[in-house]
């Protein structure tokens, strides 16, 4: 079964500037997706980006960016110019690309504050 | 906004008792999946079914059981509900079973 690690419970950084969020996974497959997703105080889970693991280009979605180690099983994900409005939680997540099996396997977070 | 709709927003109950959350997937979507969000357990997927069929099922109970209608709506059922079963539940949807899942805001079950 495939598993997902987030190993940072919390992070913080100041307003207009870069973190990273790490996240590893554990997989025998060789075709899977990942994903981060951000979740406010709201509660809503929200898609920021996602990557296929058969494309070795980085995803980007304006701000946010993610450095995908497919050897390492490696997914983070970094935030540029830090917005109050990025405080969340943020989850990574998997997904298996073999048909039957699309559910999302999710890490457990990690709280992301902006301090202005 | 997704376009995924979750109702009730809230719903507070008692041991023992039978629920029913439902969802409306996006204009278009055909898979509807279901999520359990705990503080213990955190996000679990519990179902998925596609275009009114069981797809596949994660690690949910017995007593919790879903369907997904001809309009393509899902509705879960909880039942025998205990403490533990408090939690915040979603529902998300896709297009087909190898696209983006959106999620609903989600329907907060408190089991008293």
């Known amino acids: 079964a495939q598993t997902v690690t987030q190993s940072q419970p919390e992070m913080s950084v100041q307003e207009a500037e870069t973190v990273t969020l790490s996240c590893t996974y554990d997989?025998?497959?060789?075709?899977?997706?990942l994903f981060w997703y951000k979740q406010p105080p709201s509660r809503q889970m929200i898609l920021v980006i996602r990557?296929?693991?058969?494309?070795?280009q980085n995803a980007t979605e304006n701000r946010f960016s993610v450095n995908f180690q497919k050897a390492a099983k490696s997914f983070s994900l970094k935030i540029s110019d830090s917005q109050l409005g990025d405080a969340a939680m943020y989850f990574c997540?998997?997904?298996?690309?073999?048909?039957?099996?699309?559910?999302?396997?999710f890490g457990q977070g990690t709280r992301l504050t902006i301090n202005p | 906004d997704s376009g995924v709709t979750q109702t009730p927003k809230h719903l507070i109950t008692a041991t023992g008792q039978r629920v029913t959350l439902r969802c409306s997937p996006r204009s278009g979507d055909l898979s509807v999946y279901w999520y359990q969000q705990s503080l213990d357990q955190g996000l679990q997927f519990l179902i998925h079914y596609y275009n009114g069929e069981e797809r596949a099922k994660g690690n949910i109970l017995e007593r919790f059981s879903a369907q997904q209608f001809p309009d393509l709506h899902s509705e879960l059922n909880l039942s025998s509900l205990e403490l533990g079963d408090s939690a915040l539940y979603f529902c998300?949807?896709?297009?087909?079973?190898?696209?983006?899942?959106?999620f609903g805001p989600g329907t907060r079950l408190t089991v008293t």
């Open positions: 998300a949807s896709s297009v087909d079973p190898v696209s983006e899942q959106y």
């Open positions: 990557q296929e693991a058969y494309k070795q």
């Open positions: 997540a998997y997904r298996s690309a073999k048909k039957g099996a699309q559910k999302l396997v």
């Open positions: 997989t025998s497959e060789s075709d899977y997706y």
